[in-house]
T-cell receptor
Framework: GAVVSQHPSWVICKSGTSVKIECRSLDFQATTMFWYRQFPKQSLMLMATSNEGSKATYEQGVEKDKFLINHASLTLSTLTVTSAHPEDSSFYIC?????????????FGPGTRLTVL | GQNIDQPTEMTATEGAIVQINCTYQTSGFNGLFWYQQHAGEAPTFLSYNVLDGLEEKGRFSSFLSRSKGYSYLLLKELQMKDSASYLCAPQDSNYQLIWGAGTKLIIKP
């Protein structure tokens, strides 16, 4: 099946620094990628929808200047958490949408655990 | 390698019971999640098992056997709104989620 990777898998940073998380579709092209945030034992919260070559669409309540998304190619989207603070500590998960053969499937990445000190 | 296996699709009748199985192989283990995902929506958390046994939550129950690398999600008193994809996702030793392809559950009247 299709594979989505994230890098890094975990990161610890100091408050005030910026962190970039990469999401890659390894064996398919994804015109659309999604970024989620997950708190312990809770549902995935959609943060934004990333479309290749255009601006991301952010969900209500998500600060676009704080969570910068760039969908640079059909296989790569990045999420940059700018000026991170401890409340940004969370598990960030991306997914990539594959449209092929009449099917519409979403594949999830393994997640990136961010800890802000 | 790491691998998740769950049925691609299942069909059940409204009011009935259905069991969705998931077998996994991971590098280490730190619990297993079940999510429900309706088309076009974000996955909704259903359950988290880290110890062997059955966890019951309303109409949904989840079972885990770590020694067998096996879990199942049991849905009772099925309703039409339960038609969705169900995702099994164990966490490995690095707390990375290993995603199954999901089981599409179709509920018929």
């Amino acid at each position: 099946g299709a594979v989505v990777s994230q890098h890094p898998s975990w990161v610890i940073c100091k408050s005030g620094t910026s962190v970039k998380i990469e999401c890659r579709s390894l064996d398919f092209q994804a015109t659309t990628m999604f970024w989620y945030r997950q708190f312990p034992k809770q549902s995935l919260m959609l943060m934004a929808t990333s479309n290749e070559g255009s601006k991301a669409t952010y969900e209500q309540g998500v600060e676009k200047d704080k969570f910068l998304i760039n969908h640079a190619s059909l296989t790569l989207s990045t999420l940059t958490v700018t000026s991170a603070h401890p409340e940004d500590s969370s598990f960030y998960i991306c997914s990539a949408r594959e449209l092929a053969g009449g099917s519409d499937t979403q594949y999830f990445g393994p997640g990136t655990r961010l800890t802000v000190l | 390698g790491q691998n998740i296996d769950q049925p691609t699709e299942m069909t059940a009748t409204e009011g009935a019971i259905v069991q969705i199985n998931c077998t996994y192989q991971t590098s280490g283990f730190n619990g297993l999640f079940w999510y429900q995902q309706h088309a076009g929506e974000a996955p909704t958390f259903l359950s988290y098992n880290v110890l062997d046994g059955l966890e019951e939550k309303g109409r949904f129950s989840s079972f885990l056997s770590r020694s067998k690398g096996y879990s199942y999600l049991l849905l009772k008193e099925l309703q039409m709104k339960d038609s969705a994809s169900y995702l099994c996702a164990p966490q490995d030793s690095n707390y990375q989620l290993i995603w199954g392809a999901g089981t599409k559950l179709i509920i018929k009247p």
